[in-house]
């Protein structure tokens, strides 16, 4: 089964997945895997409920990922 790796940007986000990774070792169940963003690295060194992925999977991951879409927005303007 091949899932993708969240990459968390903001330490909302990122206090969350610890929760649940807190909540699902608490039940005996795999950790979630995700990577954070650089400037969140501190926040997450030698918490025991950061399961970051393998650095193979990483590599991988890095080839997958594809640049957002600067399509038009589709919607109404109020500019008429």
Not at 13 to 19: E, G, N, S
Not at 26 to 46: C, D, P, S, W, Y
């Amino acid at each position: 089964m091949h899932r993708a790796t969240k990459l968390i940007y903001n330490d909302v986000t990122l206090h969350c997945q610890l929760r649940a990774n807190k909540i699902k070792s608490l039940k005996g169940t795999m950790l979630n895997q995700f990577r954070v963003h650089e400037a969140l690295v501190l926040l997450v060194i030698e918490n025991p409920y950061y399961n970051p992925p393998e650095e193979s999977r990483l590599k991988d991951l890095d080839q997958e990922v594809a640049t957002p879409d600067d399509g038009p927005v589709v919607g109404s303007s109020g500019l008429s």
